[in-house]
């Protein structure tokens, strides 16, 4: 799940195929994700692999890094 | 008296020294501290030799250094030019030579970018903000700048001399400078301080980064009113519900944002879960509000009142328009309204003359807000400045906006596209002849052509079609690596197609609008569903 959410970033949002993502970067603050990518993510999240993500979940805490997006998704049970 | 805009600090600070001027991720300056800071560092600037006129940049992402960065350099007399640490090196680089930046205020994180920045060849002496910069460049770190004395000295300004340039995207390939002096940058201030109410227990949220103009209204109406501005961390704009979240618990009493953030805020922010009464004012402006998410956001913050402020860069704001309540059943689009107070607006054709009552014509205006002019390029000057004898011999000048508008039965304007090829992407304004400029420059490119196409959010992003010269090959993805070496991210087009051929209008000219229809059905908007 990481490693194809890391692809989809380097991709399809930063239209870098060989970047590559540490599981820690931040990925908010260090401008690397704008809030079109921001959305088109969590779209991606729910139409490509079929996760519910409320509103209410889109926060900084379970969206800052791979890690952490990880980390809610398994909390979802995924 | 209060004619330059670091004033209003020291106006703030000698009333309520205490009070916080700038909040950022749970720290805060009060005006006292802000002032002092902003001393030092206006020192130290001198000591390395700026002077009045020079321009300074920032190279900050949003926060406090950037705050203190901002008003420290128009103390040391100089003008203040925003860099968006985001955009591409080679894009900042042109800027920092195009109005001759020496020195750049910054802050370490921002060190790796910055080295991007020198290593284009730029002619920087100094850097404030951390010590060691780059070889043959002066590095003063932050600790050096709280360290250096306060120097009393007189910037010797006057109103008219330079506060800030904001540079725009331009249509001959290469982004402009829009100078602004103390006085049309407090004229704003102090008209949207009044227009609104400002006081000083409101609490303005500043969501806008510091290279857009809406920033200058957080900063320096909350000054003015001895108000605390509350700096949105640049995550939060990207995660609607912890901005909301944010709102709640930083008390934010005015919101300043594009339509697109706040349609997001509305969408995505789980507005349901918050407590957001304390906002009293939503202030939104840069491009049309999907007057169906407007109405929705205004059933959603029922004690807030909605506004739109309408005017380009070169002029900061011109009109406004306070919202009723809006029709349940009419999605008409909102007006941009009447002119603020001292502001005299002319709806003309093309040499000047005034339309017939009712019909669309370009949009003049005549205000103290405006811009002193685009910074080293008289030509274009010349094309935007209409110049009038409005008493007298006296010569007025009017801003030609490039925006059409019509005037209502009920007096309030309304806005009818563009005479040009600009448009607001995002919320970004972005002149499509330069991507297409960015495009034509990849060897392989043989013609361009990008257009605006609606999004599901009311908005509009880029999409380009390009056709290749015989022999030549490119990938669409290695295209958009190509411009996005020289434009900002929000310029490149999300989409590219490449074509053997070009639809062209029965006079040989590309089909730009033909395109534009074919990228809209293949995406549907929300206008369609």
């Known amino acids: 799940m990481r490693e194809q959410l890391a692809r989809y970033i380097a991709a399809d949002l930063l239209n870098q195929h060989d970047r590559v993502i540490d599981e820690d970067e931040d990925l908010l603050a260090s401008g690397l994700l704008d809030s079109l990518s921001m959305m088109s993510l969590i779209h991606h999240i729910e139409q490509d692999l079929q996760i519910d993500v409320p509103a209410e979940d889109v926060t900084i805490e379970n969206f800052q890094s791979l890690r952490a997006i990880d980390a809610y998704l398994d909390r979802r049970g995924v | 008296m209060l004619y330059l805009l670091p004033h209003a600090i020291d106006r703030a600070a000698m009333r309520s020294p205490e009070r916080e001027a700038i909040r950022y991720a749970g720290t805060s300056l009060s005006y006292a501290a802000l002032v002092e800071r902003a001393d030092r560092l206006a020192g ?43 955009a591409p090196p080679a894009r900042q680089a042109f800027i920092v030579r195009d109005c001759g930046i020496r020195h750049v205020v910054t802050e370490p ?55 800030y340039v904001l540079y725009t995207s331009g249509s001959t390939g290469t982004p402009k400078g829009v100078a602004h002096s103390h006085r049309s940058a407090l004229a704003f201030a102090r008209v949207a301080a009044d227009t609104y109410g400002f006081r000083p227990d409101d609490r303005l949220s500043n969501h806008a980064p510091l290279h857009f103009d809406l920033s200058t209204m957080d900063y320096f109406s909350s000054a003015l009113a001895g108000a605390t501005t509350v700096i949105i961390p640049d995550a939060h704009t990207r995660v609607p519900a912890s901005y909301a979240a944010l709102i709640e618990t930083e008390r934010l009493t005015v919101l300043y944002a594009v339509p697109l953030a706040l349609t997001h805020l509305l969408l995505h922010g789980a507005l349901d879960k918050r407590d957001l009464s304390s906002v009293r004012w939503v202030l939104f402006g840069g491009e049309p509000f999907p007057t169906r998410y407007l109405r929705a956001l205004m059933a959603a913050l ?13 002029v900061n704001g011109v009109t406004y328009w306070v919202v009723p309540p809006l029709a349940p059943d009419d999605d008409a689009p909102i007006p941009i309204g009447q002119p603020y107070q ?64 019509r005037r209502r ?71 958009r690596t190509h411009v996005a070496g020289s434009l900002p991210r929000y310029a490149v087009p999300v989409r590219l197609d490449v074509v053997p051929a070009m639809p062209r209008t029965s006079t040989g000219k590309v089909d730009r609008r033909a395109l534009a229809a074919r990228a809209r059905e293949r995406a549907p908007t929300a206008e369609g569903t």
């Open chain 2, 44 to 86: 130290l600037l001198r000591a390395e030799g700026v002077r009045r006129g020079d321009r300074v940049g920032i190279h900050a992402g949003k926060g406090i250094a950037a705050a203190v960065a901002l008003y420290g350099i128009m103390k040391a007399g100089a003008a203040y030019v925003p860099l968006d640490p985001s």
């Open chain 2, 109 to 163: 994180p921002r060190l790796s970018a910055l080295r991007l920045l020198l290593a284009e060849g730029v002619d920087v002496a100094s850097v404030v903000g951390v010590d060691a910069p780059a070889p043959n460049v002066r590095g003063f770190s932050w600790t050096d700048v709280d360290a250096h004395p306060v120097v009393a000295h007189d910037p010797d300004l006057v109103e008219m001399d330079l506060a």
């Open chain 2, 409 to 479: 039965e009920d007096g309030l304007l309304e806005f009818h596209g563009r005479k040009d090829r600009q448009i607001k992407a995002r919320g970004y304004r972005v002149e499509l002849d330069e991507v297409e400029v960015a495009l034509g420059s990849h060897p392989a490119v043989e013609s361009a052509a990008a257009y605006g196409v609606p999004d599901e959010d009311g908005s509009l992003h880029i999409e380009a079609t390009v056709t290749l010269r015989d022999g030549r090959h490119v990938t669409p993805d290695a295209l």
């Open chain 2, 302 to 314: 029922p004690g807030a009142r909605f506004s739109n402020v309408y005017g380009p860069t070169e």
């Open chain 2, 342 to 405: 001292n502001v005299e607006v002319r709806i003309a054709g093309d040499d000047g003359a005034v339309v017939a009552d009712g019909e669309p014509g370009e949009l003049l205006v005549r205000t103290p807000t405006m811009m002193r002019g685009y910074w080293g390029r008289p030509d274009l000057d010349s094309r935007v400045f209409w110049k009038h004898q409005v008493v007298g011999h006296f010569e007025d000048v009017y801003l030609r906006t490039g925006d059409l508008v």
